[in-house]
């Protein structure tokens, strides 16, 4: 059974061409990886089709009933709320009764005889039995339990692997028909990413995700649809079988374009030719000549690869930090960081793995200096310059255009010694010259990776 199908569909921001004429239709009980590269406008399909984004031509027709659920790639919730308010909110309407009467309750263990409190209990009580929220209160703490959530925690202090757990929890309880996924493992440790595999696989209902995780696909997908230059090509199968048919496909292409391109140079050598020439030309020829221009125009050629190179800077002490008995932990909390001795030295490739909500990030910031430690110090050496990559992206300025993040007033950076243009340094890491003056807030994510990594690569850091 189709549960959604989207036909001839167009999108374009600015000068770029997202959606060309795309086409696809998700059937009952799919599980279809969307994939391509950062910025060819994989989320905006997924907004699309949750109704946040309209398109430009074109139209997605529902089947009628579908309930769909969507997470995007940065989930966002009010830092108030605790994880039970923040995954009820998926129960649009039954979402700020059961609050309430969570709140209620808590407030009535404290004043047990509140004559006042006990009558709200009451009223709310029979509000939500009355609209079959019991149930539905059920089915929240089920997930949470089976996600190891706190209900009471706040949203406020959670990691970033929690706050996408919290948001899979609140798409999960609606038991949708049709389930949205931007980048769901992001920020995801190893065993969550494990049991988000195997509950997509146990449910009946339909996905559509979005990663560019190659194991996941091979283990959950069966289906692949590519986001390629606008177009959507269906794939059957998982990731293995899509890259075997992709590289024929890509061959194929290579030889049509080569074979184009030769006819094309051949024809622009014959119109150029002398006087004589031109006086007799074939204006039929003349004509096909300017057909294959138009053409060559418009092809989309793929993508080419980001050139990663780091300006090293001066040479550090040997020393780069050094952890004596380091303790940490929010409030009256658990020990994220415990009587913590280690050295970190010149040289080091250090993984840093862990659960989410373990503490890996609030070591981080213990080292960079931007927490200070309950307990025991933090020494760190002489002559570092440190390039930090920030799980949130929080140092990007979303007002900002490209040029002024990678070079406030200057159109120059200097790189190991050698000055380069900022529109070539951009074109390094595949951003387009017409997209330099662009807003920090238009690119996507993975868009807005690339361009993180630039700034921190245009700056010296050892």
Request: cysteine-free; overall charge neutral; hydrophobic content about 40%.
């Amino acid at each position: 059974m189709t549960l959604l199908s989207v036909s001839n569909a167009h999108l374009a921001f600015g000068h770029v061409a997202l959606l060309d004429a795309a086409e696809f239709s998700i059937e009952s009980g799919e599980r279809i990886a969307l994939i391509g590269r950062n910025g060819t406008g994989k989320s905006s399909l997924l907004k699309a089709i949750t109704g946040e984004l309209a398109l430009d031509q074109g139209e997605i027709v529902r089947r009628s009933g579908l309930t769909q659920a969507y997470v995007p790639q940065e989930p966002a919730f009010d830092p108030e709320h605790t994880i039970f308010d923040a995954v009820a909110g998926g129960l649009a309407e039954h979402a700020d009764g059961l609050s309430r009467w969570r709140t209620v309750v808590s407030q009535m263990e404290s004043h047990p005889d509140d004559a006042s409190l006990l009558a709200e209990m009451t009223r709310l009580q029979s509000e939500l039995e009355a609209g079959g929220a019991w149930d539905l209160t059920h089915r929240i703490d089920r997930m949470l339990s089976k996600l190891a959530l706190d209900p009471q925690a706040r949203v406020a202090e959670l990691s970033g692997g929690l706050r996408k757990r919290v948001a899979i929890a609140r798409a999960l309880v609606i038991e949708p028909e049709l389930l949205l996924l931007d980048e769901p493992t992001n920020h995801l440790d190893i065993d969550s990413i494990h049991w988000l595999e195997q509950l997509l696989i146990d449910r009946r209902a339909a996905t559509l995700f979005i990663t560019h995780d190659r194991q996941m696909m091979d283990n959950v997908a069966t289906r692949i649809i590519e986001l390629d230059r606008g177009r959507l090509r269906s794939y059957p199968g998982h990731f293995t079988a899509y890259q075997t048919r992709k590289a024929d496909e890509l061959a194929q292409e290579a030889q049509i374009n080569a074979k184009f391109d030769r006819l094309l140079a051949q024809e622009e050598v014959w119109i150029r030719k002398g006087v004589e020439a031109r006086r007799t030309r074939n204006e039929g020829r003349v004509r096909r000549l300017e057909a294959l221009r138009l053409a060559r125009a418009e092809r989309r050629d793929r993508m080419g690869r980001t050139r990663l190179e780091v300006d090293t800077g001066e040479r550090s002490g040997r020393m780069v930090a050094e952890l004596q008995g380091v303790s940490k932990r929010w409030q009256e909390g658990p020990w994220l960081v415990h009587e913590l001795d280690t050295i970190i030295q010149r040289g080091d490739r250090i993984g840093l793995i862990g659960p989410n909500g373990a503490g890996k990030t609030t070591l981080l910031r213990l080292i960079l200096g931007e927490l200070t430690p309950d307990e025991g110090r933090v020494r760190t050496g002489t002559g570092l310059q440190v390039a930090y990559f920030d799980q949130l992206r929080a140092q990007l300025d979303e007002e900002a255009s490209l040029v002024d993040t990678i070079s406030p007033g200057s159109e120059w950076i200097e790189i190991g010694g050698t000055r380069t243009h900022v529109m070539s340094y951009l074109g390094r890491f595949l951003f387009a010259p017409e997209r330099a003056r662009s807003p920090v807030k238009s690119l996507s994510g993975g868009e807005r990776n690339r361009l993180l990594l630039a700034r921190l690569f245009a700056r010296p850091a050892n």
